[in-house]
Structures are given as structure tokens and as C-alpha cells.
């Protein structure tokens, strides 16, 4: 027979009735602490909706609250910062300058006056930074931006030749990766306009720059182009050279059958640039651009080869300064409509341009 279980004692009971107790308690605690947040959300909201229609009785209905006023960095702070990134690009340049020149002896450059200290500190360099950057899509995370602008304070600053036309090399990559980051034509015309605003306010700068390096470089190769002219040559090979009392190899240009074939081989671009109505006077520098585009592509010889660029490069200096500032930006828009077309030619010379051994320096594209 099962034994009878134990009768809850007195004590027990009254334990459990205390504790159903507080249980009820606390519920009835809990449910009045609801309805008092609730009552307190619908005064809240009543006062917010009050605090609005007044403010929309004030305002027009497209008004929108002003966003809270932003601490502006201090101008020292700002010249500072500024100074850092400048020493920041000269100290890389040097450091690809000793490792170029290991193993041979120092050469000595004279000293130039920089173009900072002659005409002031470059205009509008942030303004094209900023407004590269709100074109959106790759471009407002594309670091080629802050190098293009950061590269360019620091040339205009520079009073080195040697460090000059390395600077040169580095906006040369900047631009060119910067026309790569456009996703679209438009886009890359926008881009162009920014970047040519930017130049148009320091054109003495980049003048007193490219003359410098340009002059830095016939030294050093010893050779240049003769173009736009009526000598003609009648050499197999794409260009002929003579050599002048100084010793300077002056490479002249094919213009009969030799000319007619690279014309050829660009004439989208030809018929498109000389389209351009302030051109049209300047047919003869339009050919000269693609035939030098062309030779280069061919030439073997490093020296020859780079004088040919840099031929290309004040060749597109002149159209440039013929050009209309509307026109100026369609010229511009088909050189890079012909670069995509002749992607694999043009990524050859940039390769060319870019390495530290295979050229002195130049100043291609900045343009």
C-alpha cells in the first residue's frame, strides 16, 4: 500500500500565497508603467505636430531646416597639411631618382626659379579637385585625382629640373588614369572641361614649366623635331635626321607616299579635328600630330623616340592655343576618342613614358 504524501504545512502555504502576491504586484506595476509611456508618446507627438505646423506657417512649404554649422579647418592647419603632401611627393621623386641614377655619376642640374615664386600659388587647383571628384561613380573615390592636384602644387613649387620632369611623369599617369575612370564619354568630357578650367587659370605656370623641361631634355638628348614645315624627305624610313653645328639631330618628318599611309591610319581623327571650325586653319599641325604619333610608335632608337613625344606634345600645345575654348574641349574629346581606338599604341608610348629607365623626363599630357 502507497504511502499517503505529506500535507503541506502552514508555513509552506503562506510562502506561496506571498509570492502570487508580488507575481500580481509586479504585473499590475508593469501594465500601469505601459499606459503611462503611451500617454506621455501621444502628448510628445501632439506638441511635435504643433511645433511643425507653426514652423510651416513661417516657412514656404519647401523650406527645409538649415543642416548645423560646420567647424572650418584653421588656415594653418590647411597650409601645413598642404606643405606635408608637398614634401611627401618630392621625398618619392628623389627616391626614384637615386635608384635610376645608381651605378652612374650625378648629374648637375641649375637651380630654376620656381614658378610659385614668380606668379603665386596655383588658382582653382581645389576647385578642380573637388568638382573631379562630384562627377560621381569611380571618380569620387579615384586617388589619381588627389595625385594629379597634389603632383601639380608640388611642380609649381619645384626649383630642380631634374625633379620637375619626374613630377611631370607622375601627372601624366594621374590624367591618363583619370580618363580611364570615366565611365563614360560624357563623363571623360566633363573631366577634360574641369581639368582644362584648372589649366586656363595657370597657364603662366605650366608655360614657364614646359619650357624649362623642354629645354631640360634637348640637353640631355641632343635631339628634336622639325615639323610643319615644306622640307620633305624622300627616305624609306618614316623620318630623316641632320645633324646642326651643336651637334643636335633635327628629325624631320615623311611628306610624300611614307605620310599618306599613317594619315591613313588615323583619318577618324583627322577628319574630326579638322572639322573643328577654329582648326581648319591648322590642318598641317592636325597631320603633324598623327604622323609623329605614328613614328614614335616605330622608332627603336630611345633619344629619337622621345624627341619624336615631345614633338607630339608641343604640337598639341599649338592646336591648343588655336582652338576656341569650345572648340579647345572637342579637340581634346576626339584625341581621347582616337586613344581608346588605338588603345594598345597608346598604352606602349605611356608604358615608354612612365618607366624611369627608358626616358629622360617628359611633359606628355599635361596636356
Given at each position: 500500500?502507497?504511502?499517503?504524501?505529506?500535507?503541506?504545512?502552514?508555513?509552506?502555504?503562506?510562502?506561496?500565497?506571498?509570492?502570487?502576491?508580488?507575481?500580481?504586484?509586479?504585473?499590475?506595476?508593469?501594465?500601469?508603467?505601459?499606459?503611462?509611456?503611451?500617454?506621455?508618446?501621444?502628448?510628445?507627438?501632439?506638441?511635435?505636430?504643433?511645433?511643425?505646423?507653426?514652423?510651416?506657417?513661417?516657412?514656404?512649404?519647401?523650406?527645409?531646416?538649415p543642416p548645423p554649422p560646420q567647424s572650418q579647418p584653421c588656415?594653418?592647419?590647411?597650409?601645413?597639411?598642404?606643405?606635408?603632401?608637398?614634401?611627401?611627393?618630392?621625398?618619392?621623386?628623389?627616391?626614384?631618382?637615386?635608384?635610376?641614377?645608381?651605378?652612374?655619376?650625378?648629374?648637375?642640374?641649375?637651380?630654376?626659379?620656381?614658378?610659385?615664386?614668380?606668379?603665386?600659388?596655383?588658382?582653382?587647383?581645389?576647385?578642380?579637385?573637388?568638382?573631379?571628384?562630384?562627377?560621381?561613380?569611380?571618380?569620387?573615390?579615384?586617388?589619381?585625382?588627389?595625385?594629379?592636384?597634389?603632383?601639380?602644387?608640388?611642380?609649381?613649387?619645384?626649383?630642380?629640373?631634374?625633379?620637375?620632369?619626374?613630377?611631370?611623369?607622375?601627372?601624366?599617369?594621374?590624367?591618363?588614369?583619370?580618363?580611364?575612370?570615366?565611365?563614360?564619354?560624357?563623363?571623360?568630357?566633363?573631366?577634360?572641361?574641369?581639368?582644362?578650367?584648372?589649366?586656363?587659370?595657370?597657364?603662366?605656370?605650366?608655360?614657364?614649366?614646359?619650357?624649362?623641361?623642354?629645354?631640360?631634355?634637348?640637353?640631355?638628348?641632343?635631339?628634336?623635331?622639325?615639323?610643319?614645315?615644306?622640307?620633305?624627305?624622300?627616305?624609306?624610313?618614316?623620318?630623316?635626321?641632320?645633324?646642326?653645328?651643336?651637334?643636335?639631330?633635327?628629325?624631320?618628318?615623311?611628306?610624300?607616299?611614307?605620310?599618306?599611309?599613317?594619315?591613313?591610319?588615323?583619318?577618324?581623327?583627322?577628319?574630326?579635328?579638322?572639322?573643328?571650325?577654329?582648326?581648319?586653319?591648322?590642318?598641317?599641325?592636325?597631320?603633324?600630330?598623327?604622323?609623329?604619333?605614328?613614328?614614335?610608335?616605330?622608332?627603336?632608337?630611345?633619344?629619337?623616340?622621345?624627341?619624336?613625344?615631345?614633338?607630339?606634345?608641343?604640337?598639341?600645345?599649338?592646336?591648343?592655343?588655336?582652338?576656341?575654348?569650345?572648340?579647345?574641349?572637342?579637340?581634346?574629346?576626339?584625341?581621347?576618342?582616337?586613344?581608346?581606338?588605338?588603345?594598345?599604341?597608346?598604352?606602349?608610348?605611356?608604358?615608354?613614358?612612365?618607366?624611369?629607365?627608358?626616358?629622360?623626363?617628359?611633359?606628355?599630357?599635361?596636356?
Amino acid at each position: 500500500m502507497a504511502p499517503r504524501p505529506k500535507e503541506a504545512s502552514a508555513t509552506d502555504s503562506k510562502r506561496a500565497l506571498q509570492v502570487r502576491l508580488a507575481q500580481r504586484a509586479f504585473r499590475e506595476r508593469k501594465e500601469l508603467k505601459i499606459k503611462d509611456l503611451e500617454a506621455r508618446v501621444v502628448e510628445l507627438e501632439a506638441q511635435n505636430q504643433t511645433l511643425l505646423t507653426a514652423v510651416q506657417n513661417q516657412h514656404p512649404p519647401s523650406w527645409v531646416p538649415p543642416p548645423p554649422p560646420q567647424s572650418q579647418p584653421c588656415a594653418t592647419c590647411a597650409a601645413l597639411e598642404a606643405d606635408n603632401r608637398r614634401l611627401r611627393v618630392e621625398c618619392d621623386i628623389l627616391k626614384e631618382l637615386a635608384q635610376s641614377a645608381s651605378g652612374s655619376a650625378p648629374q648637375e642640374t641649375a637651380a630654376v626659379e620656381s614658378a610659385e615664386l614668380q606668379f603665386g600659388v596655383p588658382q582653382k587647383v581645389e576647385e578642380c579637385r573637388h568638382s573631379l571628384k562630384a562627377l560621381g561613380g569611380a571618380m569620387a573615390t579615384c586617388k589619381y585625382v588627389d595625385s594629379l592636384c597634389d603632383h601639380f602644387y608640388t611642380m609649381a613649387s619645384c626649383e630642380d629640373p631634374r625633379l620637375i620632369k619626374r613630377i611631370v611623369l607622375k601627372i601624366i599617369a594621374a590624367r591618363y588614369k583619370i580618363m580611364n575612370a570615366c565611365e563614360t564619354m560624357q563623363q571623360r568630357r566633363h573631366a577634360i572641361e574641369i581639368i582644362e578650367a584648372c589649366k586656363d587659370r595657370n597657364r603662366t605656370h605650366i608655360s614657364f614649366m614646359y619650357q624649362h623641361t623642354m629645354k631640360e631634355v634637348v640637353e640631355e638628348t641632343h635631339t628634336t623635331v622639325d615639323y610643319a614645315t615644306t622640307a620633305t624627305s624622300s627616305s624609306s624610313a618614316n623620318y630623316s635626321t641632320d645633324l646642326d653645328a651643336d651637334g643636335v639631330r633635327h628629325l624631320k618628318l615623311p611628306k610624300r607616299q611614307e605620310r599618306k599611309e599613317l594619315l591613313a591610319k588615323s583619318k577618324a581623327f583627322l577628319d574630326a579635328a579638322k572639322s573643328i571650325p577654329s582648326l581648319q586653319g591648322s590642318s598641317h599641325l592636325v597631320e603633324d600630330l598623327i604622323v609623329m604619333f605614328w613614328c614614335q610608335a616605330s622608332c627603336h632608337d630611345k633619344t629619337e623616340r622621345e624627341a619624336l613625344i615631345f614633338g607630339l606634345v608641343d604640337c598639341f600645345n599649338r592646336l591648343q592655343a588655336v582652338a576656341t575654348e569650345k572648340d579647345k574641349a572637342d579637340f581634346i574629346l576626339a584625341t581621347e576618342i582616337a586613344r581608346e581606338k588605338e588603345k594598345a599604341v597608346a598604352n606602349d608610348m605611356f608604358d615608354l613614358v612612365l618607366s624611369n629607365k627608358a626616358m629622360s623626363g617628359n611633359l606628355l599630357e599635361l596636356l
